[in-house]
């Protein structure tokens, strides 16, 4: 069964050091979305792609937080430098516009990051 | 005022009961309303998707939704201790790119 992969699925980094995340969505896939869940809330949009374009980065700390999909498959999220407050799980998903619906997205098992 | 109100519980209920979760909206443009459920350390997996309003059943679970009170529900008959999980309910707008917006979860625990 085709699905998300996500590496690493644990992470554990010192404040102020860079961190990278990667994610390869399901083949041909071509909606890719980048989620921040911390613990006991909801997963938060950080951004949305469609191929290798950014459809949405409203909520991505820019500062710190870059994101790219430059082939149009898989993606890299990186934080740089990491703070206490971005300790969370970060969680990517994939979906397809020929699917019932452009939302009906499905999640990797995520990587836990823990800044000290 | 979040966009998307859920309980987080927890809830605990005896295995064999039939579970009730809800969740709240204030966007009335939403159109698509999905239940997701993640076990702990894992990504969410979707279980129920809906379009507008009505409902929709898939074995032991039925998907609820009202637009008019802007309240969606999933029910869980026979609940199993299997079904021990967080429950998120998601929403988006329709057409476009559009986001999803996740309620904060459910916990639920079903006990032998």
């Known amino acids: 069964e085709a699905e998300v992969a996500q590496s690493p699925r644990y992470k554990i980094t010192e404040k102020s050091q860079a961190v990278a995340f990667w994610c390869d969505p399901i083949?041909?896939?071509?909606?890719l979305y980048w989620y921040r869940q911390i613990l006991g809330q909801g997963p938060e949009l950080l951004v949305q792609?469609?191929?290798?374009?950014?459809?949405?980065d409203s909520q991505l700390p820019k500062d710190r937080f870059s994101a790219e999909r430059l082939k149009g498959v898989d993606s890299t999220l990186k934080i740089q430098p990491a703070e206490l407050g971005d300790s969370a799980m970060y969680l990517c998903?994939?979906?397809?516009?020929?699917?019932?619906?452009?939302?009906?997205?499905?999640f990797g098992q995520g990587t836990r990051l823990t800044v000290v | 005022q979040k966009e998307v109100e859920q309980d987080p519980g927890p809830l605990s209920v005896p295995e064999g009961a039939i579970v009730s979760l809800n969740c709240t909206y204030s966007?009335?443009?939403?159109?698509?309303f999905m239940w997701y459920r993640q076990y702990s350390r894992k990504g969410p997996e979707l279980l129920m998707y809906?379009?507008?309003?009505g409902n929709k059943e898939d074995g032991r679970f039925t998907a609820q939704v009202d637009k008019s009170s802007k309240y969606i529900s999933l029910f869980i008959r026979d609940s199993q201790p299997s079904d021990s999980a967080t429950y998120l309910c998601?929403?988006?707008?329709?057409?476009?790119?559009?986001?999803?917006?996740f309620g904060a979860g459910t916990r639920l625990a079903v006990h032998p």
């Open positions: 998903a994939s979906s397809s516009p020929g699917q019932s619906m452009n939302t009906e997205a499905f």
């Open positions: 083949s041909g896939h071509a909606t």
């Open positions: 792609f469609q191929d290798e374009s950014v459809v949405d």
């Open positions: 966007n009335s443009a939403f159109q698509y």
């Open positions: 809906t379009y507008s309003s």
């Open positions: 998601a929403m988006s707008l329709e057409g476009g790119y559009n986001k999803l917006i």
